[in-house]
């Protein structure tokens, strides 16, 4: 069965990197698009970005751009978000969720089960 | 890239009808029929309930049907349920191979 299975929390610092992982199984991970979305607590949902696996093509929401770097694996069929220079408005959940084969398949029915961000000095 | 409008609240009563409204711009909802809807729980990942504005994934309930008008996309949800009380979010492509989500609406069942 499909899983999409992410990184544990993590606890960074004002002006720190981040990278948080996203490890596919049960399907041929380069078939599939790979959307990055985040929630920052009782907010809304915010796409950030889309990576597909086969050749590693990427595009970003303008509000990242220069910040998030999207990178793939495909010998473990692993899906990287790096977000750079971070701020407390960071904080959030951060999913990766499984697209389709094309670039204009939005996030799917698969989602990872989310990676708690924080942000704090 | 801006954010979809939606209603912050919807309420109905069990079995009532309620319509959750998404607008855009002509850059995204009104150029492509490229909208889906999301289901969430709290503290549980999204679930796609609507793709390409009407077409429902396998296993989602026929209570829920999808549509649009010009830059305004639309949910529905009929005969509403209990179990139906959740955050609901529209999303739309953008083009450039950007996507672009609403600000979310929570449904309440009375």
């Known amino acids: 069965q499909v899983q999409l299975v992410q990184s544990g929390a993590e606890v960074k610092k004002p002006g720190a990197s981040l990278k948080v992982s996203c490890k596919a199984s049960?399907?041929?991970?380069?078939?599939?698009?790979m959307h990055w979305v985040r929630q920052a607590p009782g907010q809304g949902l915010e796409w950030m970005g889309i990576?597909?696996?086969?050749?590693?093509?990427?595009s970003y929401a303008q509000k990242f751009q220069g910040r998030v770097t999207l990178t793939r694996d495909t010998s473990t069929s692993t899906v990287y978000m790096e977000l750079s220079s971070l701020r407390s408005e960071d904080t959030a959940v951060y999913y990766c969720a499984r697209g389709g084969t094309v670039t204009t398949s939005p996030p799917g029915g698969f989602w990872g089960q989310g990676t708690l961000v924080t942000v704090s000095s | 890239q801006s954010t979809l409008t939606q209603p912050a609240s919807v309420s109905g009563s069990p079995g009532q009808s309620i319509t959750i409204s998404c607008t855009g711009t002509?850059?995204?909802?009104?150029?492509?029929?490229?909208v889906s809807w999301y289901q969430q729980y709290p503290g549980k990942a999204p679930k796609l309930m609507i793709y390409e504005v009407s077409k429902r994934p396998s296993g989602v309930s026929d209570r829920f049907s999808g549509s649009k008008s010009g830059n305004t996309a639309s949910l529905t949800l009929s005969g509403l349920q209990a179990e139906d009380e959740a955050d609901y979010y529209c999303c739309s492509y953008a083009g450039s191979g950007t996507f672009v989500f609403g600000i979310g609406t929570k449904v309440t069942v009375l």
């Open positions: 002509s850059s995204d909802v009104g150029s492509y029929n490229l």
């Open positions: 049960g399907y041929t991970f380069t078939n599939y698009y």
């Open positions: 990576i597909n696996p086969s050749g590693g093509s990427t």
